[in-house]
């Protein structure tokens, strides 16, 4: 048995396929986070951003009275930051500065020559688009006065004159990182979302319920496709308008074989239970809502009636009753169960369906409680001890209701339906804890909609 305090992490106890469905099933959160950190990113980067403007103008130098490319090409490289320095010079910068009437030149002036030719690229960047051009104008205008009595073996060249720019040259730290930000946003949330499937303390695999789970392991039931009879036409393309939906019960001629033998397993692990402890009344509860008793209440039942067991199924979730619709009864055949505690009939007759005796509720009843803790009940099971080889009672869940441990007084043992990463290991242990009113009031769980 596992010592609640020693519970650690064991890579053994990870299901890939259950962190994939997870994953899957919140796949919307990994978008919606990763569009909201873009779109965080975005409004932050707006609220700091200052757009520039580069104009560009690109020059040829070439030696005076040479037509040699080569000898143009060599001049270029060795002019290169010479030419670099007049455009950028104060004495440049000045002259441009006077002609705009005494305004300083606060725009970035940048020089390139393109690698293996003989052209210069001169830019001027600034935060208007118009100013960016309207400097670089002066520039060409003002560059061969400063330019002429330094070079007099070397001619420079307009061969592209600069236009108006109307995009911004530089990038936004959206522009920059919004696709990283989008693709972090998404790392972010799904390593969120596959440490919480990890961590949360639920059921993965059989290595996990054995080691977490005080109590024996009395079955284990594989995940079988729900409401598949019916649905579609025969060629699977096309879903029936008026599609019937089927529980999963082993009766079921499309029910997988898979599935139908774990019942019939956990069937004879119960019956070895029954004659080794002279029990007769089995409870089948779980701690969550949705962990499939009332689907395990009827198969197990039905697995006991094909080995020719006399057996009656009670369903005493009178809160939320489903074992009719389990069964596909109609509420016109039933006679309602909860209606026959409550008053004050003499006999009751349950339906005899798919070889079990059922007595089944036809709708909810608001007073379960009086219901659960009525003589009548209690009489009434002790009543078809005689007659049955079998009683099964499905009770509410745990967590939501303490109708099961009421039900104990009237049940010689308990099954705990514990469903696949639904409830924590603390939650199951703690349900168990209340079930075992005596030494062998529980006798293990069953293990259920395994992938």
């Known amino acids: 048995m596992m010592n609640r305090d020693e519970q650690t992490f064991n890579i053994k106890h990870i299901n890939p396929k259950i962190v994939v469905r997870s994953v899957l099933k919140n796949f919307w959160i990994v978008i919606l986070t990763a569009m909201s ?14 757009p520039t403007y580069t104009s560009t103008a690109t020059f040829v130098i070439s030696a005076k009275g040479s037509t040699s490319a080569y000898t143009s090409l060599t001049m270029a490289n060795e002019m290169t930051q010479v030419f670099a320095q007049v455009f950028q010079s104060e004495v440049l910068r000045d002259k441009i500065s006077a002609q705009m009437g005494g305004e300083k030149l606060t725009d970035t002036i940048q020089t390139q020559v393109i690698p293996e030719t003989n052209l210069l690229r001169v830019s001027v960047t600034s935060t208007n688009p118009k100013k960016a051009y309207s400097t670089l104008g002066l520039i060409i205008e003002n560059y061969p006065s400063i330019s002429e009595n330094l070079f007099a073996n070397a001619v420079l060249e307009v061969i592209k004159m600069p236009d108006i720019p109307t995009f911004p040259s530089s990038l936004s730290l959206y522009q920059r990182y919004g696709k990283l930000l989008f693709l972090g946003g998404a790392v972010l949330s799904l390593g969120l979302i596959i440490a919480i499937t990890i961590l949360r303390g639920t059921i993965h695999n059989t290595t996990s319920a054995r080691h977490n789970i005080d109590g024996m392991l009395i079955g284990t039931v594989p995940h079988e496709i729900k409401n598949k009879t019916g649905l579609f036409s025969l060629r699977g393309l096309k879903r029936r308008k008026n599609a019937k939906k089927v529980s999963v019960l082993i009766t079921n001629a499309l029910s997988s074989f898979k599935f139908t033998e774990s019942y019939h397993s956990i069937r004879a692990k119960l019956s070895y239970i029954i004659r080794k402890r002279s029990a ?10 949705n962990e499939g008793k009332t689907t395990a209440s009827a198969n197990i039942a039905l697995s006991f009636a094909d080995r020719g067991k006399n057996v009656l199924l009670i369903d ?24 026959y505690i409550s008053s004050d009939a003499d006999s009751y007759e349950p339906l005899y369906k798919n070889g079990i005796h059922l007595a089944a509720n036809v709708s909810s009843h608001a007073a379960s409680q009086k219901i659960i803790h009525s003589k009548k009940l209690i009489e009434y099971v002790n009543s078809q001890r005689s007659q049955r080889d079998v009683i099964i009672i499905d009770s509410p869940p ?27 290991c603390t939650e199951i242990n703690d349900c168990i804890d209340k079930l075992s009113v005596t030494d062998n009031s529980f006798c293990g769980y069953i293990f259920n909609d395994c992938i």
């Open 37 to 50: 950190f873009a779109f965080i990113a975005k409004a932050v980067s707006n609220t700091m951003y200052t």
């Open 280 to 289: 007769k009344v089995i409870l089948i509860t779980s701690a969550c809502e």
């Open 316 to 339: 005493c979730d009178f809160k939320k009753p489903s074992l009719r619709k389990v069964f596909d009864i109609g509420t016109s055949d039933v006679s309602d169960f909860a209606g």
């Open 398 to 424: 745990m967590l939501v209701a303490s109708d099961a441990v009421a039900l104990m007084k009237t049940c010689d043992m308990a099954v705990l339906v514990v469903r696949q990463d639904t409830a924590r």
